[in-house]
C-alpha cells in the first residue's frame, strides 16, 4: 500500500491556496477547487470540521460566484 503523507500533502496545497488567493483571487474557479483540494486532504487526515469549513467557504462562493446552475456549483 502507498505510504500516505497526507501532512506534506497538506503543506504543498496550503501554499498553491495562498498563492492562488493572493493572484487570481478567492472568487476565481481555480482558487476554489484549490480549497476543495485542501478540504479533502484534511477530510483524509480524520479532520472533518475543518473540511466542513472550507468547502462550506467554496460552496458559498461558487453559488455566488458562478450560479447554482455551474458544472462546478452542481457537483459538489
Known sequence: ???????????????????????????NPDTLDSSNRLARILSLEGRYAEAEKLQRRALDLERRVLGTEHAYTLRR
Do not use: C, I
Not at 500500500?1 to 506534506?8: K, N
Not at 498553491?16 to 472568487?27: S, T, Y
Open 1 to 27: 500500500m502507498a505510504e500516505r503523507r497526507y501532512a506534506e500533502a497538506e503543506k504543498v496545497q496550503r501554499d498553491a491556496l495562498n498563492v492562488e488567493e493572493r493572484v487570481e483571487g478567492p472568487d
